[in-house]
């Protein structure tokens, strides 16, 4: 296991060959507004989600240009559309992605690809247990009444199908949403009346 935010050439070492990178670690820290946030908590955010990605990417970028590889990033839909309470987070994740648009655009004429891959609401516990501290009552509620939020492994079917397209479809990007959310602030909380289990 590599630590991203203190990941360097001895760490990967071991790694010959790399045909897909998913940069995917990131959380979030407190909900608080911009004139109550903890800095501690922003650099602990850029640290991980943004600094993170790069510092994989830039560990990993020869032998994917080896490989002619793909690399996935996980950004967020918070990446397209802030809300409150979600400065420091939205801000990390626009910057990742804002990231990985520059990089897109630098590997021009390198067979290599280069995928956002952004999410909207994954029923991760532990996300939220993180952002709020370990208030476990609060990390409940976020998912509370949602019918079919999306799970880790949705999220990775996305990567496993866009990593096996043919080596010359790229997809710049691409949102994931529950049905459930139709929007970064539209979430439907009930039943949805599914009449089969998928």
Same mark, same amino acid.
């Given at each position: 296991?590599?630590? @991203?935010?203190?990941?360097? #050439?001895? !760490?990967?070492? +071991?790694?010959?060959?790399?045909?897909?990178?998913?940069?995917?670690?990131?959380?979030?820290?407190?909900?608080?507004?911009?004139?109550?946030?903890?800095? !501690? !908590? %922003?650099?602990?955010? &850029?640290?991980?989600?943004?600094?993170?990605?790069?510092?994989?990417?830039?560990?990993?970028?020869?032998?994917?240009?080896?490989?002619?590889?793909?690399?996935?990033?996980?950004?967020?839909?918070? /990446?397209?559309?802030? *809300? #409150?309470?979600?400065?420091? *987070?939205?801000?990390?994740?626009? /910057?990742?992605?804002?990231?990985?648009?520059?990089?897109?655009?630098?590997?021009?004429?390198? +067979?290599?690809?280069?995928?956002?891959?952004?999410?909207?609401?994954?029923?991760? +516990?532990?996300?939220?247990?993180?952002?709020?501290?370990?208030?476990?009552?609060?990390?409940?509620? @976020? *998912?509370?009444?949602?019918?079919? +939020?999306?799970?880790?492994?949705?999220?990775?079917?996305?990567?496993?199908?866009? /990593?096996?397209?043919?080596?010359?479809?790229?997809? !710049?990007?691409?949102?994931?949403?529950?049905?459930?959310?139709?929007?970064?602030? /539209?979430? &439907?909380?009930?039943?949805?009346? %599914?009449?089969?289990?998928?």
């Amino acid at each position: 296991m590599v630590d @991203v935010t203190t990941a360097q #050439e001895a !760490d990967i070492r +071991p790694v010959t060959r790399c045909d897909l990178l998913v940069n995917c670690a990131g959380g979030a820290l407190g909900l608080d507004a911009v004139s109550q946030a903890s800095a !501690d !908590d %922003w650099t602990r955010m &850029f640290n991980t989600n943004v600094l993170g990605t790069l510092r994989m990417t830039q560990l990993l970028l020869p032998r994917l240009i080896e490989s002619q590889g793909s690399i996935m990033n996980i950004t967020y839909t918070a /990446a397209l559309s802030a *809300y #409150e309470g979600g400065g420091g *987070y939205c801000a990390s994740k626009s /910057a990742q992605r804002a990231f990985t648009q520059s990089l897109r655009l630098e590997m021009k004429g390198v +067979p290599i690809r280069i995928t956002e891959v952004l999410p909207g609401m994954v029923h991760t +516990p532990e996300f939220s247990l993180n952002r709020f501290g370990g208030d476990a009552e609060r990390a409940k509620a @976020v *998912y509370e009444n949602v019918d079919r +939020p999306l799970t880790a492994d949705d999220v990775a079917q996305v990567v496993v199908g866009i /990593a096996n397209l043919p080596a010359h479809v790229n997809v !710049d990007e691409i949102v994931v949403r529950p049905v459930a959310q139709r929007a970064q602030h /539209a979430l &439907f909380r009930g039943s949805l009346g %599914w009449h089969c289990e998928k």
